[in-house]
């Protein structure tokens, strides 16, 4: 509740009451507050109205107000670890109180009852109640207070409901369920409605904190599951569905898995294949190069034979086949004819025609002019060389 504005009436009553209750003594305090019995500690449900049921009597006077009282009543409310409020102040005829409160009878009247409405959970608390009655001439005719506890009981706010886990056969999974708000706090029940009806007990029941749990499922389990929370003054509830699947089974995750680590061991074999074919060393060339220079080939002079157009690289044989036959040939014998080796010499140049001093012409291999090699039909031919590179020239 919201306290009064401090304005200057209600620190006077509080200094009135203050003073009151020192003065008065036992002897003149004749006045008596009376609160039902078994109703000293009330309760009520959050959004009703309540009565706090309180009247005074006087020693030795009738138990209705007499016309020459003269009242003065207040309410205040007291909470733990906070200040004294003050919740309504009748005196002299003028009523000061917060919205929702009231009394119940009209004053003046020996009934000072406290009335509230649309009640709150912050309208929990210890009421005290004070009375002070003094007669038309200014005397005081009695002092009193009483106090009554109130607590204010709030049912639960509906609940949510929550499905945690994967509903997949064989799995297990957990129903939760919480209301955000309830005083006292609200026990939870589990169940399933018609044509599946079920209640829930423990252990696989929480009903502290609202939880389900649904082990090894199944597909007879699939459904609707309904969550009540309640306490001593109402009850509020959810539902959540249940689809139980038959998802893939052990047989096929397993597989799955299996055929996932073989890919990936023949990925990583092919790199490694490829990695080391790239670093494997290069095989020396053996393409003719296009840019080498040719050898010089020998300058025949007019009139000698040329080139056979039979002649291979299969017909090249040794020096020693060139040289002359040792002594007569015999009748009938066939005489060789005669080539170059692959070990052959550039032939030698042939004398110019200018008038130069001829050159000493050098002897072929086996010791024959090639003048005499020409006449006897030798064939000569070009062979090719490597270079360092490893390339034929």
Known sequence: MVSLPGSPVTILLRVLFLGLSTLATPARAQLELHVPAGLGRLQAVEGAEVVL?????????????????????????????????????????????????????????????L????????????????????????????????????????????????????????????LSCQSPRSKPAAQYQWERPPPSSQVFFAPVLDAIRGSLSLKNLSTSMSGVYICKAHNEVGSAQCNVTLEVSTGPGAAVVTGAVVGTLIGLVLLAALAFLYQHRGKAPEEPANDIKEDAIAPRTTLWPKGSDTISKNG??????????????????????????????????????????????????????????????????????????????????
């Open 312 to 393: 291979t690289l299969s017909s090249v044989t040794s020096a020693r086949a060139l040289r002359p036959p040792q002594g007569p040939p015999r009748p009938g014998a066939l005489t060789p004819t005669p080539s170059l080796t692959s070990q052959a010499r550039p032939s030698p140049r042939l004398p110019r025609t200018d008038g130069a001093p001829p050159q000493p012409v050098s002897p072929s291999p086996g010791g024959m002019p090639s003048s005499a090699l020409s006449r006897m039909g030798a064939v000569p031919v070009m062979v090719p060389t490597q270079n360092q590179a490893g390339s034929l020239v």
């Open 53 to 113: 049921p309180v009247w005074y009597t006087i020693r030795g006077e009738v138990s209705s107000a007499q016309p020459w009282e003269v009242l003065t009543v207040v309410w205040f409310l007291e909470k733990e670890g906070k200040e004294l409020n003050q919740v309504l102040a009748y005196i002299s005829g003028t009523m000061l109180s917060q919205p929702r409160v009231s009394l119940v009878y009209s004053m003046p009247s020996r009934n000072v009852s």
């Open 115 to 174: 009335r509230l409405q649309g009640l709150q959970e912050k309208d929990s608390g210890s009421y005290h109640c004070s009375v002070n009655v003094h007669d038309s001439q200014g005397t005081n005719r009695g002092h009193g207070s009483k106090n009554l506890q109130l607590n204010v009981l709030v049912p639960p706010a509906p609940p949510s409901c929550h499905l945690l886990g994967v509903p997949r056969v064989g799995t297990n999974v957990t």
